[in-house]
């Protein structure tokens, strides 16, 4: 800021802007003449599927499309273009994807890890992935393999000195002092200074570059409000001093909000979190919708695309660029942030409808649940940061205290009525404190927080109901092996009935992470693996997967329900 109180870099963004709108372009651009940006004026953008040819080349560079052919044409849900399975897709049934089924396998242009600490509990960056391959080091892909850090920056790992050299040679020579200096570095940004190096160096393709070009970059958008304007503009600066300034300032200020816009999260199996992003081309055709018919998710280097519901030809592929898990206020407000668009799915509206009739019947307003809601997710990020730096927020380590301060909210939200247990964030809240719980050694609220949490939540398939279900077999092992002498309620249910429910759980988690991911996906088998090792142990009673089994599941499940207060009906049945 200057002494009038006008920011200074604002000012700068703005004198600069007229210049960058007519100096993108990455075909057209020569890299050693920064300051020639005369003769270039962007066209108006109207898609990738102007331009059929360019089309069939994205994708062609997805390695791998089996169960249907695709299409790249005017999007039905997003502005611009979509993807779509094609119309003559072919194939059995009818043709199209079934639920479950791989859509494409891809390498991505380039991606990278995050390094920001990210949200609670283990943050994107501490997962332990090699940055060269994304294989921790084991290969199972739990992410919990030791991965050594590069000496220089202390910042990006590697799973071995093969990875480290053919890295150092792609990319990080380039990046090492610049994450050195700023370890916490997003990975948008640096996948920003990757870009303009390989354009320099020429290992962007002339197809890979007028892809990049055809892309939303939401440039105007950012450039209108003052703070992402600003925001934008000092990365761009930053990108191009790190880069040698040899960039010209057009060209890697479109860069930065393209990549914002256009990477996707990079989402490992072993978790809910992104851990960072990628660059794909095929990838960054896809729009947006909270009840999407497909997801991505990241293993081994690779980005796979699958179906969580049967799509049909020419019906368009959409996945969720955020977290499915969040409310809707939430939901919504980052897609505007990032995105620049409200979104107007089915979900979005039958939430909508849902909320106004608890609102009315509270007596409360919009504004309430929202607030109520931020203030949830903060409540409980703060204790996961408390679980993982408990000298620094020693306030929310002590889980009572959380959950009175939950009651609270919850309370303050509604008039005369009371927060309902499906309403988002409540359920995530709940699973969230169940795992905190657990690592304090408590499995006893960790089992009650954990079944509402659980039960409660409406999503019933795809990568984050493995995930949950996966945190709560967890918690049911450790209620189920607890001794009598340390049980105080003496209400909790019997051993043999929690260690049934765990079986059964463990069951359909393995059923469902190979319908979510793939039979021959690395964490399918690791989690298969887990069960194959608990059912050798089972002594008593029925083996899972079998009728008998089912029905001693049922009765025990709805004891455990009675028990945490989870209404009849909403219990898991399992896979025949
Ligand atoms: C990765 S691009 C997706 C492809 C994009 N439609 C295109 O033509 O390049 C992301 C952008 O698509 C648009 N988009 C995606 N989903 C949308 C939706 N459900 N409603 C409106 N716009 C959407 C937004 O502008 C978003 O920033």
Redesign the pocket.
């Known amino acids: 800021m200057d002494e009038s109180g006008n920011n200074k870099n604002n000012n700068n963004t703005a004198k600069s802007l007229e210049e960058a709108m007519s100096s993108f372009s990455m075909t057209h651009y020569d890299p050693k003449n920064p300051n020639d940006v005369e003769d270039f004026t962007p066209t108006p ?1 109207e ?3 102007s331009d059929p040819e360019l089309c069939r080349w994205i994708l062609s560079s997805a390695a791998v499309a089996v169960a249907a052919k695709l299409e790249i044409k005017s ?1 039905g ?7 779509f399975v094609a119309a003559a897709s072919g194939g059995g049934g009818g043709g199209g994807i079934e639920p479950g089924g791989e859509i494409y396998r891809s390498k991505p242009v380039m991606w990278a890890l995050d390094h920001h600490g990210g949200y609670g509990g283990r943050g994107p960056g501490d997962e332990g992935l090699c940055e060269e391959c994304g294989r921790d080091g084991d290969g199972d892909g739990d992410g919990e393999q030791q991965v050594k850090a590069c000496g220089g920056c202390l910042v990006v790992k590697f799973c071995g000195k093969k990875c480290q050299k053919s890295a150092w040679n792609k990319f990080h020579k380039d990046e090492c002092k610049t994450l050195r200096n700023v370890p916490q570095m997003m990975a948008q940004h640096l996948l920003a200074h990757r870009l303009m190096f390989w354009q320099q160096k020429g290992y962007i393709t002339t197809k890979q570059g007028k892809a990049i070009e ?3 970059t ?1 440039f105007n958008e950012y450039s209108k409000g003052e703070e992402s304007a600003t925001r934008i503009f000092d990365v761009a600066m930053a990108v191009r001093k790190e880069t040698g300034n040899k960039v010209g300032l057009g060209l890697v200020w479109r860069m930065v909000p393209c990549l914002l ?4 999260r990079l989402r490992p199996a072993f978790t809910t979190s992104a851990v960072g992003c990628a660059l794909d081309l095929p ?7 909270c009840d999407p018919n497909a997801f991505v998710f990241f293993e081994n280097g690779e980005l796979r695309l699958r179906s969580l519901k049967k799509i049909a030809p020419g019906e368009e592929i ?1 996945i969720c ?1 955020v977290d499915p898990t969040m409310a809707l206020s939430l939901r919504q407000e980052a ?1 505007l942030r ?8 089915p979900r979005c509206k039958s939430e909508h409808k849902e909320e106004r009739v608890c609102v009315k019947k509270g007596e409360s307003t919009f504004e309430t649940l929202h607030k109520s809601q931020r203030e949830v997710v903060k409540l409980v990020t703060n204790a996961l940061k408390a679980d993982k730096f408990p000298g620094i927020y020693k306030q929310y380590g002590d889980l009572g205290n959380v959950e009175t301060k939950l009651r609270t909210i919850l309370c303050s939200t509604f008039k005369n009525t009371i927060w309902p247990d499906s309403l988002e964030p409540l359920p995530s809240a709940r699973l969230s404190l169940a795992l905190l719980y657990l690592n304090q050694g408590k499995p006893d609220p960790a089992l009650r927080n954990g079944l509402k949490g659980i039960l409660m939540n409406r999503l019933r398939n795809g990568p984050e109901w493995v995930n949950v279900m996966m945190d709560m077999v967890k918690v049911l092992i450790a209620a189920g092996s607890l001794t009598p002498d340390k049980i105080e309620d003496n209400t909790f249910p019997r051993p043999l009935d929690i260690q049934t429910v765990a079986y059964g759980y463990a069951y359909e988690t393995c059923k469902e992470a190979g319908k979510a991911y793939g039979g021959d996906s690395e964490y399918t088998k690791a989690i298969c693996e887990i069960f194959a090792k608990m059912t050798a142990q089972k002594v008593t009673g029925q083996r899972p997967g079998t009728a008998e089994f089912e029905k001693e599941f049922e009765e025990a499940q709805m004891k455990l329900m009675a028990w945490a207060g989870v209404a009849e009906g909403w219990g898991v049945v399992l896979s025949s």
């Open positions: 953008r898609g990738f599927h999007s849900v997003g502005s611009g273009s979509g993807l055809w892309m939303e939401h816009t256009n990477c996707v990838t960054a055709v896809i729009n947006h919708s959409t660029y897609l990032d995105h620049f668009f409200e979104c107007g799915c």
